[in-house]
Each structure stands twice: as C-alpha cells, then as structure tokens.
C-alpha cells in the first residue's frame, strides 16, 4: 500500500512489479548477506508448502545514481531468492557478479584448455565481494537502462500458457566492484583509465570526466588522488607529470608521452 506523510493512501510513487524500492542505480558497500527460510503454501487450502532461501544484501554508504523518487537513507537491502537457474533474478544478478570477477583473471586462467584453467568454482565468489564497493542498476529498459531480459512468471497465463511463461522481468544487475572491474571494460585497468581521460585535457576537465567514469570510481584509492589539489604531492596529476608520464602545455593541458 502506497501512503502519503499524513497517513492517506496515495496513488502517487508507484513501483513496477516487485520492485521494492525507488533505486535504479547506485554504488554502496556490501555489509553482510545474511539468509533466511520462508515457507509458502498453505496446505489447509491445498496449497503445496514449499521452502525457499532468500538472501539479504545488506548495503552501507549508499551513493544515489539514479532513483525515481527522493532516497535519503544511507543503507538500502536487496533481497533475492536463491536459485540455481541462469533464468532467474538471482541467476542474472549472479552472472553479472561473476563476470566482474572473473576480469581479475587472466586470458590463460579462464581458457579450459589451458595447463593454467581456474575451474569456476574455485575462483573468487560473492563472499569476496563483501567490504568493496558494488555497484547495482535496475535492468528494466527505461532512461536508457538495461533491457528487462525474459524470466518466467507463473502469473502470466493464457490459453496457449496455462502454467505461466517468459514476461520481461525487472531486475538488478551488477556493473561493478570495487578494484576489480566494471562491466564492459574488461581488459583495462582504473589507472589506465584515468590516463586516457588524462590525455588532452586540464586538470579541472580531466577531474570532472574522472569522478563520473565508472571505471576510475572502483578504486577508490585511485578516485582520491584524482581529487587531490594539483600541488599535492600525492595528486594523481602531479605525479604522472613528475614521473615523466605526462607532459603539461602552457595553456594548461595533459598531454601523454609516446612509450610512457
């Protein structure tokens, strides 16, 4: 039920299908993922009962990037339904984590073919993400998200579908972790990055293009010294410039030497 402040129900604020908050984008740190049964089903209606997990993902420090209505709170709790299924919100959710995992890992360690493979169930999991920065978009194909992808939904029937079939289902993906990637840059490091978006611009244009890149703001380290003062001796600028990386023009701007 959607309420104003003074208590009234309100047909303002809605929210699509399930999901329960305003948030479509943001980066917060993964705090905890605890578990927990919930049992459906009433057998007194005949109703099969079934069990099934869901895990909270517990995030802190929220920061909004996106959001169809005003978030003020630091904290926000995604919850999914464990499932071993590709087709499912965790599933689409898990992909995506591990697909920003495995950009940690070289071409050789993900090649099955190769002496030096890391099978999946060894390399690093969800527990490993717990402590970095993460971030969640919403896949529901509005203001240029994601497309909602195609899960079933036992709801939707019709006379060809009694049982239910595929509807666009919104749901998280993640696009990145902190120093470990962001999702389609695999291959390039944050640093590398932040030379690119270095080269051909003053220190003010390359800050303001620095801390809206996804990719520079996984490493939070990195994102520190691009905010530093010019004459910091750790800022980011003053030290490409004073390692020989960067050369500085008269009017002001980085520009990359060839080979450095």
């Not at 993964?30 to 993902?57: A, C, F, I, Q, W």
């Not at 005003?70 to 339904?81: A, E, K, M």
């Amino acid at each position: 039920m959607v309420t104003t402040s003074n208590g009234m129900v309100s047909v303002r604020n809605l929210i699509d299908g399930d999901i329960s908050t305003p948030l479509r984008k943001f980066t917060a740190i993964l705090d905890s993922m605890p578990t927990e049964e919930k049992v459906y089903g009433d057998e007194s209606k005949g109703e099969k009962k079934r069990t099934s997990t869901v895990v909270h993902n517990n995030f802190k420090d929220l920061e909004v990037i996106e959001s169809v209505d005003v978030f003020q709170f630091p904290i926000v709790t995604i919850d999914f339904t464990l499932s071993n299924r590709k087709k499912s919100k965790f599933g689409i959710y898990g992909q995506s984590v591990a697909d920003i995992l495995d950009m940690q890992y070289s071409k050789e360690q993900l090649d099955p073919t190769n002496p030096a493979y890391i099978k999946p169930d060894k390399r690093a999991d969800l527990n490993s993400c717990i402590g970095k920065r993460l971030g969640l978009i919403m896949m529901d194909g509005e203001n240029g998200r994601p497309a909602a992808p195609l899960l079933f939904d036992g709801r939707a029937t019709d006379e060809k579908n009694p049982r239910g079939k595929d509807m666009p289902t919104p749901t998280w993906q993640c696009f990145m972790i902190e120093g470990v990637g962001v999702a389609g840059q695999s291959g390039l490091n944050p640093t590398d990055k932040a030379y690119q978006l270095l080269d051909g611009r003053t220190s003010q244009q390359f800050r303001q293009a620095a801390i809206l890149d996804e990719l520079v703001r996984s490493d939070v380290q990195l994102l520190a010294a691009i905010s530093s003062p010019d004459s910091a001796a750790n800022s980011f600028v003053n030290v490409v410039k004073t390692g020989g990386m960067f050369t500085m023009s008269a009017d002001g701007i980085y520009h990359r030497v060839a080979g450095k």
